[in-house]
C-alpha cells in the first residue's frame, strides 16, 4: 500500500510558476502530459473519493439521459397529437434506447408506425408488447384492430369499434379518426363523415374533425358546408395549418385572390420557410397579374414540391401566357404523371401542344380531357349518391372499378372491383372488367379464371343481396 506522503491532491493543479520555469512551455508540457499518472495514482489513494465522484459523475449522466428521453417521450405524444407520426417515430427512438422494456413506449411506437403506413414495425412494436405483458391488453389489441383497418379490412371490423364508440372507450376519437382515414382513403365520404360526426359529437372543442369533416364534404360536392366546417376548425385552432391552407387554396381556386389574401398572410407570419405558403402566395400574385412576383415565388418552391399539381400548372399556365410553351409541357406531363386524371393538367396541355404547332396532339390530349371528365363525373355520382346507400349494388362498385381504371386509378380501382366481388361474388361486370385488367398486365391465369366467371351462369340472389348500409 503506497505511503501517505506519496499522496497527491486527487487532481492536482500544475503550479502557475511551474509553468513560467525552465525552457518554458516545453516544461510545462511535460508537467501536463504527467496528470492521467497523478490522477492514476490519486485513485489508488483515494478510492473512496474516486468512487464517490464516479458515482456523482455517472448519476448526473443517467439523469440527464433520463431527463431527455422523458422529453422526447412529450414530444412524440405531441406530434401524434399533431399528425407527425414521422417527428414521433424519430423521438420515440431514443425512448426504445432508454426503456427498451416500456410496452407503454412500444405501444405508442407502434401507432407511430401504424400512422406512416409502416405496418411490419407496428406489428413488431405490438409483438413486443405482448411479450412484455405476457398477453394482450386492451390497447394491444385496439391497435392491432386499428392496423387491421388503416390495412382495408374495414367493414368486418367497424360493427365492433362503433360498439366501443358507443361504450364511450376512452380512445374513442382515434378509433373514430381511423376509421374515416380509412373510409377516405378508400374515397367512401359518407360513412367517413359519419364516423367524422360522431367525433364532433363527442368532442364539439376539438377542430381536427372540423377540418376532416370538411375534407369530406367537398368530395361530397358540398363546398358551402365544407366551408363552414373549415371556418369553426380555424375558431378553435387558428394555427391549424393544414385548415387555413385549404381555406386559401379555395378562395383560389375560386378565382377570389383578396379573400385568400388574409389567410396567405397569416400562413407566412406563421410558417414562413413553408414551401406550399409561398407557391401559394405565387398564385395569389399570378391571379393579381403580377407574373414577375409569382414566377419569383413558384420557381423556388417547385424544387420542393415537384409533384405540386397547383403549383405545376400555374406555372405552366404562365409558360403559356408568355409564350413558352416548350418549357410549360414538361410541367404538365409531371402533373399527370401524379395524377393521370387532372383535367385541369389535360386542358392546359392541349393548349401547349397547340401553341407548338402539333394539332394531333393536342387534339388527342382533348379527347382524353374530354372522356376523362367525363368519367369523374360519373364516379363523382355514384361516391355522392349510390355508394354505402341501401339502394347501392355490387354493381355501383364494379361501375366504379372500371372508371377508375379508365382514368388511370388502379389501387383505388382494385378495391372497388374487389368490393363488388365480395357484396356478389358473381358479378359479371366486376369479373370481366378484372379479366380485362390482368389480360392488359400479362397475367394470364389470373385474366383467364375471372373470364370464367363472368361466364358462369349467375346465382339468383337472396333478398338484400348486394346491398350493405353504411354504418
Known amino acids: 500500500m503506497s505511503n501517505a506522503t ?42 473512496f473519493l474516486t468512487a464517490l465522484f464516479l458515482l456523482v459523475l455517472l448519476a448526473g449522466s443517467g439523469a440527464g439521459l433520463w431527463g431527455y428521453a422523458s422529453h422526447q417521450w412529450r414530444g412524440a405524444q405531441s406530434a401524434l397529437n399533431a399528425e407527425r407520426p414521422d417527428e414521433a417515430r424519430a423521438r420515440l427512438a431514443l425512448c426504445l434506447r432508454v426503456w427498451p422494456r416500456n410496452p407503454e413506449v412500444h405501444l405508442l411506437a407502434a401507432r407511430a408506425a401504424r400512422l406512416t403506413g409502416d405496418f411490419p414495425a407496428a406489428e413488431a412494436h405490438l409483438n413486443r408488447c405482448l411479450e412484455l405483458q405476457e398477453g394482450a391488453t386492451e390497447g394491444v389489441q385496439l391497435e392491432f384492430l386499428l392496423m387491421r383497418v388503416q390495412a382495408g379490412d374495414i367493414d368486418t ?3 365492433a369499434l362503433f360498439r366501443l364508440v358507443d361504450q364511450k372507450h376512452p380512445e374513442s376519437s382515434m378509433i373514430l379518426d381511423s376509421l374515416a382515414r380509412a373510409y377516405i382513403h378508400r374515397l367512401r365520404y359518407k360513412p367517413a363523415y359519419g364516423c367524422l360526426s360522431r367525433w364532433i359529437e363527442a368532442q364539439p372543442t376539438s377542430a381536427k374533425p372540423y377540418y376532416w369533416r370538411a375534407w369530406a364534404l367537398e368530395r361530397l360536392n358540398n363546398p358551402k ?35 385568400a389574401q388574409p389567410h396567405l398572410e397569416y400562413l407566412q407570419r406563421q410558417s414562413p420557410d413553408d414551401p406550399r405558403v409561398r407557391a401559394r402566395f405565387g398564385i395569389y400574385h399570378y391571379l393579381r397579374g403580377n407574373a414577375a412576383q409569382a414566377r419569383e415565388l413558384m420557381e423556388p418552391a417547385l424544387a420542393e414540391l415537384p409533384t405540386d399539381a397547383p403549383l ?31 383535367t385541369e393538367a389535360l386542358f392546359a396541355l ?3 401542344l397547340r401553341l407548338q404547332g402539333r394539332t394531333q396532339d393536342a387534339a388527342d390530349t382533348l379527347a382524353e380531357h374530354d372522356r376523362k371528365r367525363a368519367a369523374l363525373a360519373r364516379i363523382n355520382a355514384i361516391l355522392k349518391d349510390l355508394t354505402d346507400s341501401p339502394t ?10 372500371g372508371m377508375f381504371l379508365e382514368i388511370g386509378r388502379e389501387n383505388v380501382a382494385l378495391y372497388w372491383l374487389e368490393r363488388a366481388l365480395e357484396r356478389d361474388p358473381n358479378n359479371a361486370r366486376a369479373h370481366r372488367t378484372l379479366a380485362e385488367h390482368y389480360q392488359t398486365k400479362g397475367d394470364l391465369p389470373k385474366a383467364e379464371a375471372h373470364r370464367r366467371q363472368a361466364r358462369a351462369p349467375a346465382t339468383i340472389p337472396t333478398p338484400g343481396a348486394g346491398t350493405r348500409p353504411a354504418p
Not at 512551455?25 to 478510492?47: D, I
Not at 400555374?314 to 393521370?340: C, F, K, S, V, W
Open 6 to 47: 506519496d499522496c497527491q491532491p486527487l487532481f492536482a493543479a500544475v503550479p502557475a510558476q511551474e509553468a513560467k520555469r525552465g525552457s518554458g512551455s516545453w516544461h510545462f508540457l511535460g508537467r501536463v502530459s504527467r496528470l492521467p499518472f497523478r490522477a492514476a495514482k490519486g485513485a489508488r489513494c483515494h478510492p
Open 312 to 342: 405545376l400548372i400555374t406555372l405552366a399556365n404562365l409558360d403559356i401566357q408568355e409564350n413558352q410553351p416548350e418549357r410549360a409541357e414538361p410541367r404538365l406531363r409531371a402533373a399527370l404523371r401524379a395524377d393521370p386524371a387532372d
Open 392 to 401: 347501392g349494388t355490387a354493381d355501383n362498385d364494379a361501375e366504379l372499378g
Open 225 to 259: 358546408a365544407a366551408k363552414l366546417d373549415y371556418a369553426r376548425a380555424l375558431e378553435l385552432d387558428p394555427n391549424l395549418l393544414p385548415a387555413r391552407l385549404r381555406v386559401a387554396e379555395m378562395h383560389l381556386e375560386d378565382r377570389m385572390p383578396d379573400d
Open 350 to 352: 392541349a393548349a401547349a
Open 157 to 159: 371490423l367497424a360493427p
